[in-house]
């Protein structure tokens, strides 16, 4: 793999209320085609801290398969507006958006789209699981 290549990195953050249980979801489609699925529990309680730390989760991931080119879909727009602000009104979301923003120096091409959640199903099932998996134990 050529650290060129631009990963595609789907994120979302589940929760069975708000506050209630959260589940991260993380869909990585290589550019050789190939996908990895992640379904990640959390500790969180509510969705839009989750949502920061799906994101964080998914630069994780590229990053540690070596990929310094990726960009990012997520359906929260607090996350994407926040990115691209580099700033975010509420101070409870502030540590959070700060570590995606420190991360992100660490890609030569760092890229955060907005999308529907009709186009982010696959990230979003994942998160659920994560969520369900939480709820047997």
Sequence with gaps: MSNDEVVHVYVDA???GDP????LGVF?????????????PSHLTHIHAAEFVALKAGMDLAASRGYTHARFFTDSQLVDQSVHDGKVKNQVYKPYLHDVLLLSIEFRLFIV???????????DHL??????KQLET
């Design 28 to 40: 990585l489609k290589h550019p050789s085609g190939d996908v990895e699925r992640f379904s990640i």
């Design 127 to 132: 998160a659920k699981q994560a969520i369900h």
């Design 20 to 23: 209630g249980k959260c589940g």
């Design 14 to 16: 589940a929760c069975a």
């Design 113 to 123: 789209s907005w999308i529907s959640n009709a186009r982010n199903k696959e990230a």
